[in-house]
């Protein structure tokens, strides 16, 4: 095997010659032959021995090549001397590193305030600094806070809290079974929480099976299908999104809250399992439900009795076929896109949950029912105080207003009305203005209605009139409010 390599004369005026294993190769007459500045050579003796396997090294005037012929075992002797001091230099560059790393985390302690504060302080400190549902990465706290200095690691682990609660993103599931035991076990006996997202395709029985695992302790459950992957859609066009096969929990005692989202068209959620999910949580309070179609949900059922639910939010597009099969006595805040309920279905949920409702919150963007059966609805929630309706059509508007400057039977604890309209803003007619006008005026209650133009002149001064006399009063763009005085 023949190795060429190339010096320049101020390498080798500087004795930077090749290592003494080639050195020693080559024989006298090349050796005499070698022009070398200098005695730099001179007490090379090696220069003099001569051996059967010969190299040959010759450097010639201001651009010296040499030419050397090695054993390719030498090579390899040669090449495991390399290794060997790189793999040395190596160890001695991670115990710097280690080292100025610990000599960090004491200058941190020295230099911090925090370390001279009480836990509970210093604790409550890092709860600020704490997402909903945090990740675990080591750019995040509550990981974060551990690499900071050793005063921070013990007060990160001294508190619970900061434990208690994680975000867990499809599809790594392998990751999310190494990391949930050692970070719920720092959470000690705290209530926990669990943020599950991304492409809910991969959510397998593996990985349900280990979040069901803490089921006893889980307080506040969130789960959203937000991949932004293509799906290659089954036989009707379709992908359903299972949330456990043969591992459903066996409880959920401490389960509060519950949120289901799904922003993704032609993807659907199971019916029956969400139903599992609030049957085996004796003690839920809240549901949200922002899927975009849920599926599977049997008509011939007789509805489910939730005694302890309070509140129950749909999102603006949301199915909410789900109410149908649901009676809640203790429902005080509602929230409908009525995209799958009809004004008649309201009326029945209300007749068999008699719910103590206190908010309420009606899309009727796909209602084309007259307003009777809505005036019946709201006939049976004399409890309400607060109602928003959005994207009503202007006769449905105008027959709630006349009907609540007609009679103070008509929600009588009502103090609030927000609503969107559904036209243009130049196509609102003056029916509406003088309706809502008297509507306000006899009853005295807030009104929020925003995106809209100013109305007719006299119809802003009498609003404007009202607002002087201690009726809170907003019309007008998101910006600004026409009525202001």
């Known amino acids: 095997m023949e190795v060429r390599a190339e010096f320049s004369e101020r390498h080798v005026g500087l004795a930077r010659v090749p290592h003494a294993p080639l050195l020693r190769s080559v024989d006298s007459a090349t050796a005499a032959a070698i022009w070398v500045p200098g005695a730099c050579f001179r007490q090379c003796s090696c220069l003099a021995t001569a051996v059967p396997r010969k190299y040959y090294l010759s450097l010639s005037s201001r651009s010296q090549k040499i030419t050397i012929q090695m054993t390719t075992q030498e090579l390899r002797e040669r090449i495991a001397e390399v290794s060997s001091s790189i793999a040395h230099q190596e160890e001695l560059l991670k115990k710097l590193r280690q080292d100025m790393s610990l000599l960090q985390r004491q200058l941190n302690e020295a230099v911090d305030p925090v370390a001279r504060l009480p836990l509970e302080i210093s604790s409550e400190i890092f709860l600020q600094c704490l997402d909903p549902f945090p990740s675990p990465g080591e750019s995040h706290a509550p990981t974060l806070l551990l690499n900071v200095c050793n005063t921070w690691t013990r007060i990160a682990l001294s508190t619970p809290a900061l434990w208690a609660s994680i975000h867990i993103e499809l599809p790594n599931t392998q990751h999310w079974k190494r990391v949930l035991p050692f970070w719920f076990r720092r959470a000690r006996n705290r209530s926990l929480s669990i943020s599950l997202s991304g492409d809910l395709r991969y959510f397998s029985d593996r990985i349900s099976s280990c979040i069901w695992k803490y089921a006893s302790g889980l307080r506040h459950l969130l789960i959203s299908d937000d991949s932004e992957d293509e799906d290659e859609d089954d036989e009707d066009g379709q992908l359903s999104i299972t949330l456990f096969k043969n591992t459903p929990p066996d409880s959920l005692p401490s389960l509060e809250t519950l949120t289901v989202r799904g922003f993704i068209t032609d993807r659907v959620f199971m019916g029956p399992q969400i139903m599992e999910l609030l049957l085996r949580a004796p003690n839920i309070i809240e549901y949200i439900c922002d899927c975009m179609e849920v599926i599977d949900l049997d008509e011939s059922t007789t509805p489910v009795v939730l005694p302890t639910l309070r509140r129950l939010i749909f999102g603006d597009d949301a199915d909410d076929d789900i109410l149908n099969h649901l009676s809640l006595p203790?429902?005080?805040?509602?929230?409908?896109?009525?995209?799958?309920?009809?004004?008649?279905?309201?009326?029945?949920?209300?007749?068999?949950?008699?719910?103590?409702?206190?908010e309420l919150v009606m899309g009727f963007r796909y209602v084309t029912e007259d307003s009777g059966p809505l005036l019946e609805c709201l006939s049976r929630i004399p409890t309400l105080g607060g109602f928003k309706m959005w994207g009503a059509h202007n006769e449905i508007m105008d027959h709630l207003l006349t009907a609540l400057a007609d009679s103070y039977d008509l929600l009588p604890n009502l103090h609030i009305l927000t609503i969107n309209t559904r036209t243009q803003e130049a196509d609102i007619p003056d029916s509406f203005w003088g309706s809502l006008l008297r509507a306000i005026s006899t009853r005295r209650i807030q009104l929020h209605l925003p995106g809209v133009k100013a109305p007719p002149e006299a119809v802003l001064a009498a609003f404007r009139q009202l607002v002087v006399d201690g009726i809170q009063i907003y019309i007008g763009s998101e910006e600004s409010n026409l009525v202001a005085v």
Do not use: G, Y
């Open 330 to 358: 203790a429902l005080e805040t509602l929230s409908l896109s009525m995209c799958a309920v009809s004004l008649d279905d309201f009326l029945r949920f209300l007749k068999r949950s008699a719910p103590p409702l206190k």
